[in-house]
Each structure stands twice: as C-alpha cells, then as structure tokens.
Nanobody
Framework: QVQLAESGGGLVQPGGSLRLSCAASGRTFSTFVMGWFRQAPGKEREFVAAINRSTSRIYYADSVKGRYTISRDTAKDTVYLQMNSLKPEDTAVYYC????????????????WGQGTQVTVSS
C-alpha cells in the first residue's frame, strides 16, 4: 500500500501562484509514476501532469502547459506541482496519484490516490 498526503492548496487571485506538494509513504518503491489530477464541481476528474521515477518522462495537459511545472524528489518520495499564472478555470480539487505500472493520463489506470487539496482562483 502507498499513502499519499497533499498540501499547499488555498485561495489565490488570478495571475497568482501556488505550489502543491504530495508526500508518499508506505511501499514507495512501487511509485513508478506520480501524477496530478483535478476535479472541478460537476466535471470529470482530469489529468494535469505526471512524472516518472527517474524524472526522464514528464507529461502535461495542454490546458496547463507552460504554466505548471511538475517535479519530483525521489529521496523524499515527494512530488510537487508549481502552478503559475493561475486562472479561475483552474479552480478544482487537486489530487495526487500513483501509477505502479507506467506513464498514463487516464485516472482509472492509477492505483493510489490522495485525499485532495482545494485550489480556488478568485478575485
């Protein structure tokens, strides 16, 4: 089992920045790919970004490319999501997830999930 704990969400004005963190514990050797997803009220959970264990492969959703940066500290079993130039449409609950098999953008292919952290972009 892998446990995930997100932190760093909050309220920010449009154009502002936030940094999310997700710390993994438990069977962390199996955290091959760590990803971020988000879910806005009334919408499907959507892929945001993912990074593999060696950090050699990184993917972003088109909607966040150029504004968000995912990074990973393998020694700390922690993944980060730096979010810049935030827009009201970025408002959602952001979830950290682990895929023990490989890189993927489909929520159903991820094996472990955190509880989520709320990000609200509003003036």
């Amino acid at each position: 089992q892998v446990q995930l704990a997100e932190s760093g969400g909050g309220l920010v004005q449009p154009g502002g920045s936030l940094r999310l963190s997700c710390a993994a514990s438990g069977r962390t050797f199996s955290t091959f790919v760590m990803g971020w997803f988000r879910q806005a009220p009334g919408k499907e959970r959507e892929f945001v970004a993912a990074i593999n264990r060696s950090t050699s492969r990184i993917y972003y959703a088109d909607s966040v490319k150029g504004r968000y940066t995912i990074s990973r500290d393998t020694a700390k079993d922690t993944v980060y999501l730096q979010m810049n130039s935030l827009k009201p449409e970025d408002t959602a609950v952001y979830y950290c997830a682990v895929n023990t098999f490989g890189m993927a953008t489909i929520p159903g292919s991820y094996d472990y999930w955190g509880q989520g952290t709320q990000v609200t972009v509003s003036s």
